[in-house]
């Protein structure tokens, strides 16, 4: 069954989000990510993007801070896709050139979920962000399988 709640607002994948990912698997990594981020490791958790302004939090980069989110909810739209500058967006073509580099494609996404393909897009998600010696979650912005150290350079296309 799918998770509706890792479909992101600008089209990422919330379930290969490293905050989603240290906050459901691992201390270990939920205190790296904290170090990183210079926070507490209990701030270090998320539900996905379609639960920040329901159950929000604060953090100075994410959640009810986030950037992207913050635009949407000045312009009263819910996805990117809605918004009239959309592609051209200069907030969303930085986040979305920077996924391209690492095998994800916003615009494509966002393209299904507006199509309404939700919830085979998201099960095409966690098929893809999964580590091909374990197969447990990975995600997009480290390139070592938190679980069991294999490189995922690959998977993703790098």
Wanted: charged share 35%; glycine share 8%.
């Amino acid at each position: 069954m799918v998770n509706k709640n890792l479909v992101g607002r600008c089209g990422l994948y919330c379930g290969f989000c490293l905050i989603y990912r240290a906050g459901k698997d691992s201390e270990k990594l939920r205190r790296a990510v904290a170090r990183r981020s210079k926070c507490k490791p209990e701030d270090i958790r998320c539900e996905g993007c379609q639960t920040v302004l329901v159950d929000g939090w604060d953090n100075a980069r994410w959640g009810k801070n986030c950037k992207i989110i913050k635009c949407q909810e000045a312009k009263g739209v819910r996805f990117c896709y809605e918004c009239n500058v959309y592609p051209d967006c200069k907030r969303f073509r930085s986040i979305a050139d920077h996924s391209l580099k690492r095998g994800e494609d916003l615009v494509a996404n966002l393209a299904k979920i507006k199509a309404g393909k939700v919830e085979e897009w998201l099960e095409e998600e966690d098929k893809k962000w999964r580590c091909p010696k374990c197969g447990k979650p990975i995600s997009l912005y480290i390139n070592e399988c938190h679980w069991c150290g294999a490189d995922t350079r690959k998977a993703k296309g790098g």
